[in-house]
């Protein structure tokens, strides 16, 4: 069967969601940002002839995904922005955001750093004008609010947004440290429970004054 013909018998179906959802889900399941092509067709039960009509190649894909998830992380932070709420409130809810995000899409920084390495430099510079510059943005808009209105203390946006980032990334794609460290493979939603509240009492002490 042709690649237009499989598109047309697909398309019903949601056929390019579907290839994105079922590469998201693998990444998560196996703590990894590698799909093999073999195991995409077999859980999605699409054909793989599809994932180059619709994205062009891996990588294609791979920046599908991102944009998915990216695009409403963006959103959020837009609508938060927003908010008539005490500088403090934004940021400690932020911070949460970002702990939960980085549980359910752990392998978020990791894919968005290989894209900037192994792309060309225009679509390197594409993903962080898109993506990343608008979250520093966001950052120095929260952390502008509270220092101006005297709640916070003077610190470096860029590099708050560095830790943030950093702390919620390290922690959900460290299980294997757990495991073989601690002797402990709980991550559910218990732990990320109490990582996002000792995380986010941690960070907030640190910049209120």
Not at 171 to 190: A, M, P, S
Request: proline residues 3%; aromatic residues 10%; negative net charge.
């Amino acid at each position: 069967m042709g690649v237009d013909k499989l598109v047309a018998k697909e398309n019903e179906a949601g056929a390019r969601d579907k290839l994105i959802e079922t590469a998201s889900q693998i990444m998560r399941e196996g703590d990894t940002i590698d799909i093999s092509f073999s195991e995409l067709s077999v859980l999605s039960g699409l054909n793989s002839a599809l994932v180059k009509y619709y994205f062009g190649n891996k990588d294609g894909l791979l920046e599908a995904i991102l944009e998915r998830d990216m695009d409403n992380i963006l959103v959020q932070v837009g609508l938060l922005i927003k908010k008539d709420w005490p500088p403090e409130d934004k940021l400690r809810h932020h911070i949460g955001a970002v702990i939960d995000t980085y549980y359910e899409f752990p392998y978020l920084n990791r894919l968005t750093m290989r894209l900037i390495r192994e792309l060309p430099p225009e679509g390197a510079r594409k993903i962080a004008d898109k993506y990343l510059k608008p979250l520093s943005e966001a950052y120095k808009i929260f952390v502008g609010e509270g220092i101006k209105s005297g709640v916070f203390r003077e610190v470096d946006p860029d590099l708050f947004y560095s830790a943030v980032t950093g702390a919620a990334d390290r922690f959900f794609t460290g299980k294997l440290v757990w495991k073989y460290c601690y002797g402990r493979e709980d991550f559910d939603e218990r732990m990320r429970d109490a990582y996002r509240e000792q995380t986010v009492d941690l960070i907030m002490a640190g910049i209120l004054k």
